[in-house]
């Protein structure tokens, strides 16, 4: 696992593809904002004056300005953005009775892929991936080639598979690249729905097991409003979730993520098999928060008056 590095700040690194964010409920839209599965991870940790930086790509059109300014506003460095010339993704999400979303994606990309600058990875560092673009394989070279350079360098990789229904289709091409995104993980956060889509996974212990044969041997196993299942090597654990008044369940996951990013940075977690499980239950515990906090609001994120507590906690 990573060790600790010099003196350099660590950093969060987050890398996903970026949409426009349209919400509908019953035919109406009731929420518009800037989305994408890390971009929402990102904002979470910027909020918390975590040094964070976004890897994606959108063009450079209105909406693209409408994002980058968004990103900078909220303290996510934009260092690492490939702004193309065209038009910049748009996702609709379709929330049903129970808040839950389906969704439907626009988006229209250049031959030339994520052409970025490659940042300086540490081993302090962090680096989350997922969601579409880690299944793409149009541009698979381009995100693989910063992976494998922030594993070389000790980064710990944190993986989410955040699995959408549009790729269900194409899941036989793509298992392939689930396998490998595992493989090159420090940490798999997944669904119970991601693991039954792509494994056929029917709990916690069958999920865990995929993974285990895959390379990573820690998992964080999250099951909507039956809590979360922890299981490493040392730890096989269930916390439970609260019961809120959902509001949308977009962002969820993603700040999910940002909170066992947010505590691994605050406690300078360099090596994941030293955690206790005190520690882990801090960890999870706390994103749990956070996401509980982000399904009450149409929101994709923590808002500021909520990171500003955690601010005075820790």
Not at 81 to 86: C, D, I, K
Not at 157 to 170: A, E, G, K, Q, V
């Amino acid at each position: 696992m990573p060790e600790s590095g010099g003196d350099t700040i660590p950093h969060v690194y987050t890398i996903s593809e970026t949409f426009y964010d349209i919400l509908f409920k019953e035919g109406n839209i009731i929420a518009s904002c800037p989305g994408g599965a890390m971009l929402n991870s990102s904002i979470t940790l910027g909020r918390l004056k975590i040094p964070v930086s976004f890897i994606s790509e959108f063009g450079q059109d209105k909406v693209g300005s409408l994002i980058k300014e968004f990103l900078s506003e909220n303290g996510v460095a934009t260092k690492h953005l490939f702004l193309y010339n065209g038009k910049s993704p748009l996702s609709l999400a379709f929330l049903n009775d129970r808040n839950d979303a389906k969704y439907e994606f626009y988006e229209d990309f250049p031959k030339k892929r994520l052409d970025i600058e490659m940042p300086q990875f540490e081993p302090d560092d962090i680096l989350i991936f997922g969601s579409i673009m880690a299944l793409k394989s149009e541009i698979r070279k381009e995100l693989k080639n910063i992976i494998i350079t922030a594993k070389s360098n000790g980064t710990t990789l944190f993986y989410d598979p955040n699995f959408r229904d549009s790729l269900s289709s194409s899941l036989a091409d793509i298992r392939p690249l689930i396998s490998e995104n595992i493989k090159f993980a420090d940490i798999v956060r997944a669904s119970n729905e991601d693991m039954k889509k792509i494994g056929d996974c029917n709990n916690p212990d069958e999920a865990y097991d995929f993974v285990c044969e895959r390379g990573c041997d820690i998992l964080i196993y999250t099951e909507n409003s039956h809590g979360v299942y922890l299981k490493t090597p040392s730890y096989s654990k269930h916390y439970t979730a609260p019961e809120i008044e959902t509001v949308s369940t977009v962002g969820a996951g993603d700040t999910f993520n940002a909170g066992i990013a947010y505590m691994l940075h605050k406690r300078k977690v360099t090596d994941l098999y030293a955690i206790s499980e005190t520690e882990w239950d801090e960890i999870i515990e706390t994103a749990i928060e956070f996401a509980s906090h982000v399904c009450m609001s149409a929101d994709n994120y923590i808002t500021p008056e909520f990171a500003d507590r955690l601010k005075k906690i820790y």
